[in-house]
Nanobody
């Protein structure tokens, strides 16, 4: 089994900062891509930022220059540093990881999600 546990959400004023963390644990051979998504009330879940094991990152246009994704491969952990937060950033943030593990004798790539952490940005 694989678990993703997120932390670091909360309430912050506009212009403030938060740092989200997501640690993967369980039966993991290796982790390919790790990323953060968010879902605001009444909206679809959207990609915020993602980072491959090779170091390639991509960001939503709305967060470029304000958010930074990083990871600690030794700890199977991904971080999202969020600066200059805006009320529009208010959402539940979900961690996602594409993980290789052995299933019935074969190496399989499966996608996993965390439980989500609330980020609320007030005026």
């Amino acid at each position: 089994q694989v678990q993703l546990v997120e932390s670091g959400g909360g309430l912050v004023q506009a212009g403030g900062s938060l740092r989200l963390s997501c640690a993967a644990s369980g039966r993991i051979f290796s982790i390919n891509r790790m990323g953060w998504y968010r879902q605001a009330p009444g909206k679809q879940r959207e990609l915020v930022a993602a980072l491959t094991s090779g170091g390639t990152s991509n960001y939503a246009d709305s967060v470029k220059g304000r958010f930074e994704i990083s990871r600690d491969n030794a700890k199977n952990t991904v971080y999202l540093q969020m600066n200059s937060l805006k009320p529009d950033d208010t959402a539940v943030y979900y961690c996602n990881a594409d993980i290789y593990n052995w299933i019935l004798g074969s190496l399989k790539l499966t996608s996993h999600w965390g439980q989500g952490t609330q980020v609320t940005v007030s005026l």
